[in-house]
């Protein structure tokens, strides 16, 4: 069965008991472990490092021996209670394994197993959604209120606060993942200290989420029609070992923020009334320029522009050809797009 938004966190604090297996995937890995271990943590209490009661299996023991599976699931623990069966960096090639076992199901186990990033039609996902006894749950990154809170959660368990301005910014350079999100908080809350407050200039000036800062500047780039710095902010990214697909999915979270807004303006609303509607909002050193691209980008055009992305990241998953290539191409035909009399004076960065 498929697991939706809306019942994820009262699934992960008690999972039906009728469930078999329960696959957690999405593109955020550190979101992915956590959950992964939460989820066994409702079976195994703290312990997880218990031999008897957890056995962790990698995707490539399983693929060369299928049966290792239903062995693992059907085995009784030496000290009594339930067990659990971990699945590392499972994939499709695990789809038929999961298939023939719910087919005939044994043991009381409990499988959980972790993933990447799956698309709608992968065979794996397919295969835990249309069993009864098995779960697929995803993992995106944080955004929005999404992220907001968990910032609010992280700081709050360490005993700190953030002022507004620090919010804003830690909404706008973190959340690429979970785990990453998580540490830096951990170091800025150590970085205040008594203080026990997080103001702008703490978060400016300890927090390190440089891929997202990178990936704003291309967004950034695009909307300008400032090829020059698009090209510079590409060889960034990929030199960090950002890939095509979640700089795509970046630029779109952007030009759909452009979209809401203009929308609203559309429907007679201020920019300053649309522009404070967002969630995370803006922070306050790009709002001019987000602004001075709503000019360049009616929702029409922005439309459009998700569009084209959105066939880039299904052609990268489908053509074969290189990815960087697809994403380099596509991005600067979006940015050459903008027309020059509308494109702002460039800055030097």
Request: proline share 5%.
């Amino acid at each position: 069965m498929k697991i939706k938004p809306s019942q994820i966190a009262a699934f992960l604090d008690k999972p039906d008991e009728h469930l078999r297996a329960i696959l957690v995937y999405g593109p955020d890995g550190g979101l992915v472990c956590e959950r992964v271990e939460r989820l066994a943590r409702t079976v195994l209490g703290d312990d997880l490092a218990d031999p008897f009661r957890c056995v962790t299996l990698y995707a490539e023991t399983l693929a060369g021996d299928p049966l290792r599976l239903a062995d693992e699931v059907a085995a009784l623990s030496l000290t009594g209670g339930r067990r659990v069966v971990l699945i590392r960096e499972a994939g499709d090639s695990l789809a038929s394994v999961f298939k023939a076992f719910f087919s005939d199901p044994l043991g009381d186990s409990l499988i959980v197993a972790e993933a990447g990033e799956l698309p709608k039609r992968s065979s794996l996902r397919k295969a835990f959604e249309d069993c009864s006894e098995a779960a697929a749950l995803p993992c995106y990154t944080d955004e929005g209120t999404g992220l907001a809170s968990v910032i609010e959660e992280t700081l709050r368990d360490q005993g700190v606060t953030a002022s507004r301005e620090a919010m804003v910014y830690l909404s706008n350079s973190l959340g690429s993942d979970r785990s990453i999100t998580r540490a830096e908080l951990v170091k800025l809350a150590l970085y205040v200290g008594d203080k026990g407050k997080v103001e702008l200039d703490d978060a400016m000036a300890c927090t390190t989420d440089s891929s997202a800062l990178s990936l704003d500047d291309v967004a950034y780039a695009v909307g300008n029609g400032d090829v020059a710095l698009l090209e510079k902010s590409l060889e960034r990214v990929f030199l960090e070992g950002v890939s095509p697909i979640q700089l795509f999915r970046w630029t779109a979270g952007y030009f759909r923020r452009l979209h809401f807004v203009g929308s609203q303006m559309a429907q007679g609303m201020t920019v300053d009334g649309a522009m404070a509607k967002l969630k995370p909002p803006l922070f306050f050193k790009v709002k001019d320029k987000f602004r001075s691209q709503l000019r360049m980008w009616p929702p029409e055009r922005v439309a459009g522009a998700l569009e084209r992305l959105m066939d880039a990241e299904r052609d990268c998953k489908t053509t074969g050809f290189p990815a960087e290539t697809i994403c380099h191409r596509t991005l600067l035909a979006l940015a050459a797009s903008v027309r020059p009399a509308a494109r702002p004076p460039r800055t030097t960065r």
